[in-house]
């Protein structure tokens, strides 16, 4: 097993969905993608910031999940990072309410020291800078994984192309894949994405699933087709965690296991939005994803003969 | 290798998409139906009706592909259905410019004597009252396959729910299972539609492929990523040439082969919209639908050990 170091914001959400409303609950991208990735026992470092009114409760338990927190900064006078978003009724848009940055408008992120010869690092969406900033911390990784999303598209483009330069994943949605692209056509807009620097490409469509891209080859993980999405908020980092998280157990980054990573990370993402905020992936038993997985065998899995 | 009986259109069609723009060609579901089941060498006959201005051509390379053509009606002094369409930037939406029913405002579909004991009914889109025509001169098949479309849910939907009643497979598009059934979760939709009769429920996603749902199974054919999709008329159709055609040929009405059979149909259709109309159908060489096959193989095939 490797270590895997997460980079994202740690962070409280308020969600309205047509099924519901939550106050200020825990939330942000390290959040899901540590939780994702703790459903594999990997040795996880989460690099973030909170403010003092961030409840000593949620770093305790990312603790008990296994992530090493000495690289979560605990700025006691100040705010945690607070988003709010009300999802529309087909859960596939969404408007942001708030965003209050408050601790994060000045983060620096710091590796810690035990941390900086990880295998792995999962930089989850923030800052181009705060994510150029970790990986420049970095003795020799062996694997870069990068979310990010079309607000730094919109604002922070040349920084950002500087970051997908120097990774070997990236994962975007369909939408941000062609306007970072320029193209409509996904196959095309991988091409041109990895033509940036990374090997490999992930374009996450939601419910409609996950590609891979590399080279020539492309490999397509379904999202499971649900009765009912209570809250899609956390789904993309969940998905990143579980593909980085899988990765850094195996320590097997080729393409072939990739497309394992894939569908652990397809997996989990269908626990995430069955509940609002991280209540589903707190109480996720190891039976509970081996079923989902066989789940995703019997959805996908065909015999043909050739004849 | 059982008969398969093909109802729906034979037809002129006229299309524009971003890649241009052709005249009248040959078009039709039954058309479309056709070609995609003489994949299989299956004994097939095509049961609908043109006009005297149908060339004679067409109708022999439909006879050349295998098809029986007794029961496709020609009316002399009568002009073939025309359809054009305009297909929008995105290749997902398309506005109709003409709808000419001519010859097919009084169609009365005769099935000829020697395949009324087909096995395998594949009713391509048409109004329900023509469907249920030919199901009541069927002698008992073992399967009859239900394609039909939106229009028919908001003109004629009582007699297009007698058709649901008895049929064991229907497929419709995402959108459209959404209006028949009141409910926008594919899911819960699927149930709903299920409890109208068919047993086997088919939801097709265009580019994000399509669901096969069975009980409480479910199974999922992407679509092929493609870098360029010249003309999508005729994919659905195509499509359910594949699925019928496959299902006629092994005989083996089965969940599991209908999983084969989907793929089969997702193949075939990814071929179709590479082209304008039927022309990459009508050049189709086995060793292509073979790789094409594999293809699909890796793009949904993996390996997971369950630790």
Redesign the interface.
């Known amino acids: 097993m490797s270590k895997l170091v997460i980079v994202g914001t740690v962070a409280f959400d308020a969600i309205e969905t047509p099924f519901g409303k939550t106050d200020k609950i825990l939330g942000g991208a390290a959040t899901y993608i540590g939780l994702s990735a703790s459903n594999f026992g990997v040795d996880g470092a989460i690099v973030s910031v909170v403010g003092g009114d961030f409840p000593k409760d949620y770093i305790s338990m990312l603790e008990n999940k296994g992530m090493d927190i000495e690289g979560l900064e605990v700025i006691e006078d100040g705010k945690t990072f607070f988003w709010s978003g009300k999802y529309h009724?087909?859960m596939n848009s969404r408007d942001t309410l708030a965003t209050e940055l408050n601790v994060l408008a000045d983060f620096n992120p710091v590796v810690p020291d035990s941390y900086k010869n990880a295998e792995v690092v999962m930089l989850g969406n923030l800052h181009p800078l705060v994510q150029l900033g970790v990986i420049n911390q970095m003795h020799n990784p062996k694997l870069i994984v990068l979310d990010t999303m079309n607000f730094w598209m919109d604002c922070a483009l040349e920084e950002l192309k500087q970051v997908i330069a120097k990774v070997d994943v990236i994962t975007i949605n369909d939408e941000e894949a062609r306007q970072l692209s320029g193209e409509?056509?996904?196959?095309?807009a991988a091409e041109k994405i990895m033509a940036m620097g990374p090997k490999y490409i992930v374009i996450k469509?939601g419910e409609?699933?996950a590609?891979l891209f590399h080279d020539d080859?492309?490999?397509?993980a379904?999202a499971l087709?649900?009765?009912?999405?209570c809250d899609p908020t956390g789904a993309g980092d969940t998905f990143a965690g579980g593909f980085s998280g899988y990765l850094a157990k195996t320590r097997d980054f080729s393409y072939?296991n990739m497309?394992?990573a894939?569908?652990?990370g397809a997996a989990l993402a269908s626990f995430c939005v069955e509940k609002f905020g991280t209540e589903r992936m707190l109480n996720l038993s190891k039976k509970e994803v081996?079923q989902r997985?066989?789940q995703?065998?019997?959805?996908?899995?065909?015999?043909?003969e050739?004849t």
Request: no cysteine; hydrophobic share 40%.
């Open positions: 009724n087909d409509y056509s996904l196959v095309v469509k409609h699933g590609l080859d492309i490999f397509y379904p087709p649900l009765a009912e999405v072939e497309k394992t894939l569908i652990y081996h997985l066989q995703f065998k019997s959805l996908t899995q065909f015999d043909i050739l």
